[in-house]
């Protein structure tokens, strides 16, 4: 059965999501890679972390999943296994040259997709962990997220230890969001994750993985990292980013420049670059509102107030918001974030700015223009657009080697997402498919984003 699911994906991607193979093959023609940077990457195995480094040599494809929820969604795999056929069709076609393939060549794809990615192509996961840890209205572990006071806090802070199954939401969402071995399996997690969150999801997550590899006979135990607060808690002052931070807070003019790439206009300044934590351990962007002080071209402070706020709901029950419970209320000088240090002053970086230090030279989108913001992909292509410009953020290239070339832009064409079969939602968990050939007889449909459409003029 794995071999057959793999080789429907596989046909079907090569078929419908030809111009993303060549457009990724074409690329590494003229890749060079990049000898200055190294990159700590994880897996989990058996309840277990394991590190690697790996070289800027590779041509690092991204893909994502969530920390909001700990069991892997229908969305999730099917952003995994794209990376994974983008990845092997893009390494195999690049070492023996771009041609039409063949059965002799799916068969060949269909074995190296079946073990660990290598090559010059990588896929990783971006985890983000900013996040507030039930973001969607789907974490079984809802109701005691907020009893203990957490729902606000992001997810790389979150402690286990008061966390338990919200038996009412398993079993209202029970077969839709949802399924019964994965409930046990995030409850026995939840014994040996030393009280930390995120190695909880990461956990689960690579369990459900290794399983599915075997069920789709493709190997999905692709590379994971964290960021934006699991670096910035382990970098020094000198580390990049801080030095993003820094940098997009030196001036009236950077904090401008920023603003034109998010789309926002300077007239309240109401919008925080970074959005530093409360000591009672808030860090929801959604919940914090802040505003921006200057005594001529100098940040004189950040206000910020932590308020509750409503989140998102689940595809199932609309009504069924999550929540971000916090109250605070407290100012940070403007020298704080001019002179950046995470340790006395802990924040949460927008996306566009700290996903600079990713290294990514092609990306994989979930659904934009449907499911996936378009405007923040916006944010993302003109922030790179202006830096490779040196319009802001200096140094970025000769201090720390970041390719600044804007990354190549795939997505999971919106309206061939996979979904659950009866309920059709894309944010089932995969344990709720009882029969995966209905995905897989989905497809894969991959499409390339054309970078000058989403560059805000």
């Known amino acids: 059965m794995s071999a057959s699911l793999g080789r429907i994906i596989l046909e079907d991607f090569l078929k419908s999501s030809w111009p993303s193979v060549e457009a990724i093959v074409k690329e590494l023609a003229t890749f060079k890679g990049n000898d200055r940077r190294q990159f700590s990457l994880f897996h989990f195995k058996d309840s277990k972390r ?6 800027g040599g590779h041509f ?7 920390y909001s929820n700990p069991q892997l969604t229908v969305e999730e795999v099917q952003g995994i296994i794209a990376a994974r056929l983008l ?4 390494n195999y076609l690049y070492q023996y040259g771009l041609h039409g393939v063949n059965q002799k060549d799916v068969d060949q794809i269909c074995e190296m997709l079946n073990t660990p990615a290598h090559g010059v192509i990588v ?19 809802k109701e005691s997220i907020v009893n203990s006071g957490q729902s606000a806090f992001p997810c790389a802070t979150v402690k286990t230890d008061t966390l338990q199954i919200d038996q009412k939401f398993a079993q209202k969402y029970e077969g839709s969001l949802v399924c019964k071995e994965e409930v046990e399996l995030i409850a026995r997690h939840l014994q040996t994750c030393n009280n930390r969150y995120v190695d909880m999801v990461d956990a689960v997550k690579y369990e459900q993985l290794e399983h599915l590899s075997k069920l789709f006979g493709i190997n999905l135990n692709v590379y994971s990292m964290r960021m934006p607060l699991t670096i910035l808690k382990a970098e020094s002052t000198d580390g990049l980013l801080h030095h993003i931070i820094r940098e997009t807070h030196r001036d009236y003019q950077a904090i401008e420049c920023v603003y034109l790439c998010m789309g ?43 308020r509750t706020a409503l989140l998102y709901p689940n595809a199932i029950d609309p009504s069924d918001i999550s929540v971000a419970k916090a109250d605070d209320s407290f100012t940070v000088e403007g020298d704080k974030l001019v002179n950046y240090d995470f340790k006395t002053t802990p ?32 944010s993302y292509t003109t922030t790179r657009m202006a830096c490779g410009r040196e319009l802001f953020i200096r140094g970025l290239s000769e201090k720390y080697g970041v390719d600044m ?10 309206k061939h997402m996979w979904f659950h079969p009866v309920h059709r939602n894309i944010d089932a968990s ?26 805000r003029k």
Request: with cysteine.
């Open 50 to 55: 394991d590190d690697f480094t790996l070289d």
């Open 60 to 66: 690092f494809l991204r893909s994502s999943v969530e």
């Open 87 to 90: 990845e092997v069709c893009g």
């Open 123 to 141: 896929p990783f996961l971006l985890n983000t962990d900013e996040i507030e840890p039930d973001r969607y209205s789907m974490n079984p572990l």
């Open 264 to 306: 926002r206009s300077m007239k309240n300044l109401t919008t925080l670059l970074t959005v530093p934590h409360s000591q009672k351990g808030f860090g929801s962007k959604r919940a914090a509102r802040g505003r921006l002080y200057f005594e001529g071209t100098k940040l004189k402070s950040a206000k910020v107030d932590y």
């Open 347 to 378: 924040s949460s970086p927008q996306f566009h700015l700290y996903s600079l230090a990713s290294p990514e030279n092609a990306v994989l989108w979930h659904g934009i223009g449907a499911f996936g913001a378009s405007e923040l992909l916006k």
């Open 405 to 414: 070339k804007i990354p190549l832009q795939f997505n999971l064409v919106p």
């Open 430 to 455: 995969i344990g709720c498919v009882q029969n995966l050939k209905d995905l897989a007889d989905l497809g894969m449909k991959m499409e390339q984003l054309p970078t000058d459409q989403y560059i």
